[in-house]
Each structure stands twice: as structure tokens, then as C-alpha cells.
């Protein structure tokens, strides 16, 4: 008699626990996906931080004459290779690395009225890019860079 009352699981508890169990894999794949492309962002504004960081160095190591106030200069992703401050970068979101012969990626610095040096940067990636849609002033200065200022391209 206490055999009968033991019975396994229906058929519809079964697939009750499978569509739930479905449920909680497709939230968790969608968490990840999400996770996955917020550190594909944080690596691309990381590599616009070692331009800006290459360029540092460069003019650290006086290799930038400025004129008089309000002058600037801009530093190319090629010379900053070129010169071996900077190894090619690698796109994060497609995994390539940015050729330094065709990439028009940049570094700006401008001297200002009080002798100051402002950075700004433009890096352009395969598909995005840390650059305003501005012709005046479309670089994007280091202290604003962050992920709400990448752009698809």
C-alpha cells in the first residue's frame, strides 16, 4: 500500500519544471550578453585613455614645439606607433587590430591662454567610434571620455 502512494512526477510537472528552468537560462544568457558588451565598451574607452596617455609621453618627452598660447597639435595614432609609445590598438568589438597606416585615429592638444595643455581624443574603431558628429570640434576631451560618449560609426 505505501508503494502506491509513492509515485514519480507527471508529465506535466516535469515540463512545468523545464519551461522554468528555460525561463531562468534565457534571463541569465541575456544578463551575460549584456555584461559581455559593457566590457567591450569599457575596453574601447580604455584605449582612447592610452592614446591620450601615448601622447603624454610624447610631449613629455619634448618632442611637441608649441607656439604661443592657443596653439595646438595633433598627434596621429601613426605617430604614436610609429614612435613606440603605443602598440596597435585591438577594436574590442571586433576583435581586429587597427592598422596605424589607415586609421584616422588622433590626439589634439591645445595650449591654452594660461600654458596649460587641454588633451581631447578621436578614436575610431571598425564600428564605433569616441568622436562627436561636429566638424568644428569633434574630438571629445579626456576628462569627458566614457562609455555614453561612443558612437557607432
Known amino acids: 500500500m505505501l508503494l502506491r ?6 508529465l506535466i510537472e516535469l515540463l512545468a519544471v523545464i519551461v522554468i528552468l528555460g525561463i531562468i537560462s534565457s534571463i541569465a544568457v541575456v544578463a551575460v550578453l549584456q555584461l559581455i558588451e559593457k566590457s567591450k565598451e569599457r575596453a574601447f574607452v580604455s584605449d582612447a585613455y592610452m592614446l591620450y596617455e601615448a601622447a603624454r609621453l610624447y610631449v613629455g618627452a619634448e618632442k611637441v614645439e608649441f607656439l604661443p598660447a592657443r596653439s595646438s597639435a595633433a598627434l596621429t595614432y601613426r605617430q604614436l606607433v610609429d614612435e613606440e609609445l ?5 577594436d574590442p568589438f571586433t576583435g581586429n587590430v587597427l592598422p596605424p597606416e589607415t586609421n584616422p585615429s588622433y590626439v589634439l592638444i591645445t595650449k591654452g591662454e594660461d600654458g596649460s595643455l587641454n588633451y581631447s581624443i578621436c578614436l575610431k574603431g571598425e564600428t564605433k567610434q569616441i568622436c562627436t558628429y561636429s566638424d568644428t570640434s569633434p574630438e571629445v576631451p579626456v576628462e569627458a571620455l566614457s562609455v555614453e560618449q561612443i558612437r557607432d560609426r
Open 5 to 10: 502512494d509513492n509515485r514519480g512526477m507527471t
Open 86 to 90: 603605443l602598440h596597435p590598438l585591438q
